[in-house]
């Protein structure tokens, strides 16, 4: 899912079923995603390590946090 947040930037829900993760679906889900959408947020659970080490390799930051989940931010403009 993705939806606007209040500052205009796609907010993207999404997830692979458990028993194919893994296999890329993911990144390839993401990839093509962010061609169209290159900046965009979302939120991670803290604990779901393998999901963060895919949206820091895609160039998502974290911009801050809520207690359970990080917040992230994939903005290539403000990349120095």
Do not use: C, K, W
């Amino acid at each position: 899912t993705t939806v606007l947040s209040g500052d205009g930037v796609p907010e993207l829900g999404m997830a692979v079923v458990e028993g194919r993760r893994g296999e890329g679906i993911g990144r390839r889900m993401l990839t093509a995603l962010l061609e169209r959408h290159p900046v965009m947020s979302l939120s991670v659970d803290f604990l779901n390590a393998g999901a963060r080490r895919l949206y820091e390799s895609l160039g998502f930051v974290q911009v801050g946090d809520d207690g359970n989940s990080a917040t992230m931010l994939r903005d290539p403009s403000a990349r120095a």
